[in-house]
């Protein structure tokens, strides 16, 4: 579901009162859904906590040190449902093995059928799945999914071309991207020959 925050109302030191574009709306208590540390650490300030405003190219809520959150996390609280805000830690993946254990040789994936080139994931982290195309069209780019949220980026230069995501998820795709981009280049050219592709090390 893509939806946007509205309007932010501050009703005391860590609970908001939040609007949504699809007319729903109800309080978060942010001190229960986040932990203060990292880029949340300095919003322990009731001061600094109360600066929130929206920010509405991006549709979330977002503080003066960069701090903001996903949108959809946020309209969940608000009726109740508590999720996660996946990119506070990795999503398990057993198929994935921790950094520690990852062979010399990134294992390779076997191709889609050929009569079904679609796409196949490439690497997992923090939530995001990022996954490549079969034969698809230029530029080279690979494909994002974030919750209900999907995301294209182009490849040399790494840039976002299409879809919508907050400015810390697009930050994290563009470390890791440019951490990786020779490997993303190689597993374009393999997905182009509808080849195998190499799987890619998370973000740590």
Same mark, same amino acid.
């Given at each position: 579901?893509?939806?946007?925050?509205?309007?932010?109302?501050?009703?005391?030191?860590?609970?908001?009162?939040?609007?949504?574009?699809?007319?729903?709306?109800?309080?978060?208590?942010?001190?229960?859904?986040?932990?203060?540390?990292?880029?949340?650490?300095?919003?322990?300030?009731?001061?600094?906590?109360?600066?929130?405003?929206?920010?509405?190219?991006? &549709?979330?809520? @977002?503080?003066?040190?960069?701090? +903001?959150?996903? %949108?959809?996390?946020? !309209?969940?609280?608000?009726?109740? =449902? $508590?999720?996660?805000?996946?990119?506070?830690?990795?999503?398990?993946?057993?198929?994935?093995?921790?950094?520690?254990?990852?062979?010399?040789?990134?294992?390779?994936?076997?191709?889609?059928?050929?009569?079904?080139?679609?796409?196949?994931?490439?690497?997992?982290?923090? &939530?995001?799945? @990022?996954?490549?195309?079969?034969? +698809?069209?230029? %530029?080279?780019?690979? !494909?994002?999914?974030?919750?209900? =949220? $999907?995301?294209?980026?182009?490849?040399?230069?790494?840039?976002?071309?299409?879809?919508?995501?907050?400015?810390?998820?697009?930050?994290?795709?563009?470390?890791?991207?440019?951490?990786?981009?020779?490997?993303?280049?190689?597993?374009?050219?393999?997905?182009?020959?509808?080849?195998?592709?190499?799987?890619?090390?998370?973000?740590?």
């Amino acid at each position: 579901m893509d939806v946007d925050v509205t309007h932010v109302e501050v009703l005391a030191p860590y609970r908001l009162h939040l609007q949504f574009d699809d007319g729903t709306e109800g309080d978060v208590d942010i001190a229960e859904l986040v932990a203060f540390d990292g880029v949340f650490e300095p919003l322990r300030d009731p001061d600094m906590f109360r600066q929130v405003r929206v920010e509405p190219e991006y &549709g979330t809520i @977002v503080w003066p040190n960069g701090a +903001d959150l996903d %949108p959809f996390v946020l !309209h969940e609280w608000a009726q109740g =449902r $508590r999720v996660q805000e996946v990119e506070e830690g990795p999503d398990p993946d057993p198929e994935i093995p921790p950094p520690a254990m990852l062979p010399s040789r990134r294992p390779r994936m076997d191709p889609p059928p050929a009569e079904n080139p679609g796409m196949h994931e490439i690497c997992r982290f923090l &939530g995001i799945v @990022v996954s490549m195309p079969y034969r +698809d069209h230029v %530029p080279p780019h690979f !494909h994002v999914q974030y919750g209900e =949220r $999907r995301a294209r980026f182009a490849l040399g230069p790494i840039r976002l071309i299409e879809g919508r995501l907050s400015p810390r998820t697009i930050g994290l795709i563009m470390e890791w991207a440019l951490m990786h981009e020779d490997e993303l280049l190689e597993d374009w050219d393999l997905a182009q020959h509808n080849r195998p592709l190499n799987h890619i090390q998370p973000l740590e």
